[in-house]
């Protein structure tokens, strides 16, 4: 069965900081989405990774897959950054099914 | 910007009652899928649908669950003969392509919160 673990499951940073959320799986996967869960709950797309690294704006994904792990980073943070970052990803022998992390809630504070 | 539209957003229903939720994918998308996030808990995939069929489901997906498109735009969930465990936020979303595929970014609904009395 497919775990997928993220760190830190919290995480307070003052504005400006550098953050870094981590996310481990354990099978072998076709892809991995990094998310962002709004306070009201609704859930945004930021990245797709099959391989390599991402960069929008001030965040920036990476992914090893030989070493099953994936970090999302988010430079010069803000007070608007705080969510919950969710890491999910696709098995390589499931067609369609997304595997979930439990999150990460990100405070900034200004 | 094309997104997903999630209706109702917040649902209250006694138990055993039938609930349908409905959404709206992006038009020109290919692949639909459930998804529900008990409070406190992680998301958790229900079901994926491509070419009118299911494609995929989760244990979770039972007998008590269907999905349907009816009309060629709204894509619904129908939980039959709701229990109290059933309370979540209910997610749709859509995608150009399989969600591990290149191209196959997801785009979320809003969300429909389901509470079970």
């Known amino acids: 069965k497919n775990e997928v673990e993220q760190s830190p499951q919290n995480l307070t940073a003052q504005e400006g900081e550098f953050i870094t959320i981590n996310c481990s799986y354990s099978v072998g996967i076709s892809a991995l989405h990094w998310l962002q869960q709004h306070p009201g709950g609704g859930i945004v797309s930021l990245f797709m990774l099959s391989s390599g690294k991402k960069k929008h704006g001030r965040l920036i994904a990476t992914i090893n897959i030989q070493e099953k792990h994936s970090s999302l980073h988010i430079t010069a943070s803000h007070p608007r950054d705080s969510a919950v970052y969710i890491c999910a990803v696709m098995e390589e022998t499931s067609g369609s099914r997304l595997t979930f992390g439990e999150g990460t809630q990100l405070t900034v504070n200004p | 910007e094309p997104e997903v539209t999630q209706t109702p957003s917040h649902q209250v229903t006694q138990m055993g009652q039938e609930v349908i939720l409905r959404c709206v994918p992006i038009s020109n998308h290919l692949y639909f899928y459930w998804y529900r996030q008990i409070l406190g808990q992680k998301v958790e995939f229900l079901v994926s649908f491509y070419n009118n069929e299911i494609s995929e489901k989760s244990e979770i997906f039972d007998d008590q669950f269907s999905v349907e498109r009816p009309d060629g735009s709204n894509f619904t969930l129908k939980i039959r003969s709701t229990k109290l465990e059933d309370s979540a936020m209910y997610f749709c979303?859509?995608?150009?392509?399989?969600?591990?595929?290149?191209?196959?970014?997801?785009?979320f609904g809003e969300g429909s919160r389901l509470t079970v009395l």
């Open positions: 979303a859509s995608s150009p392509r399989l969600a591990g595929a290149l191209t196959g970014e997801l785009f």
